[in-house]
């Protein structure tokens, strides 16, 4: 098993089992104690540079969950969306292209208890993300219509708040949009842009965003 979370441009890999290759620029260390991964974690968080790669083959659990209760955890959920012309939904925000996501809140629980179970009745927790990521494309792009196709593969990344140091796990969906719909970035979010872009002119789109989207986006691609 592997888990992957990005600090900045930065990444630090979780891995259950020691290593066959060492990537340049990676560091490679077995996981022994907690103490020694947070004062690990803790610098390489500060310097944020190359690969950071943590392995435990009898002890993946316990590295897992050492490491994540180092943090604080945010629950978002998000959508990749497509368009009938095969052209994807971006937002500009911060200076950054991103994907529309957001944090998942108490309407979206409550939502799920009184809703239409989607797609999975015996996962609670998908149902809120999804009802989360529907609600967060409509409110930053001004979406009206959106079909909600499959499950994508979690991200996760690291970022500050004052001393707090806050894991975002998001959940995305694979959705599909149409061109009828008007589009009308979410200002009040920081929101400047939304556009669609076609899926074979990402070379601008992959110059100015955030590393964690890449591997989703890319994975998206290569299955469609």
Excluded at 14 to 35: F, G, M
Excluded at 131 to 154: C, D, F, M
Excluded at 180 to 185: G, M, S, T, Y
Aim: proline content about 4%; glycine content about 6%.
């Amino acid at each position: 098993m592997k888990i992957e979370i990005y600090c900045n441009d930065s990444l630090i890999i979780l891995l259950d089992a020691k290593p066959e290759l060492k990537l340049p620029n990676e560091s490679q260390v077995q996981y022994s104690k907690k103490k020694a991964l947070q004062e690990l974690v803790s610098e390489f968080e500060k310097s944020s540079k190359g690969t950071l790669l943590i392995w435990s083959a009898e002890k993946y659990k316990q590295l897992v969950k050492a490491f994540f209760n180092f943090h604080e955890i945010v629950e978002a959920a998000g959508g990749v969306v497509f368009n009938e012309h095969d052209e994807i939904l971006f937002i500009h925000r911060n200076g950054k292209w991103d994907l529309p996501k957001g944090k998942i809140n108490g309407k979206d629980r409550r939502k799920a208890v009184k809703g239409k179970p989607k797609p999975d009745a015996a996962d609670p927790d998908l149902q809120v993300a999804c009802n989360a990521a529907i609600r967060e494309v409509k409110e930053e792009t001004g979406l009206k219509k959106i079909k909600l196709i499959s499950e994508l593969p979690l991200t996760y990344h690291i970022y500050f708040a004052g001393s707090r140091r806050i894991i975002k796990r998001t959940r995305w969906f694979r959705m599909e949009g149409s061109t009828d719909d008007i589009l009308q970035p979410q200002i009040t979010e920081g929101i400047i842009i939304a556009r669609w872009v076609p899926s074979n002119s990402l070379g601008c789109i992959f110059m100015h965003t955030y590393e964690s989207l890449k591997p989703l986006i890319k994975s998206v691609l290569a299955n469609t």
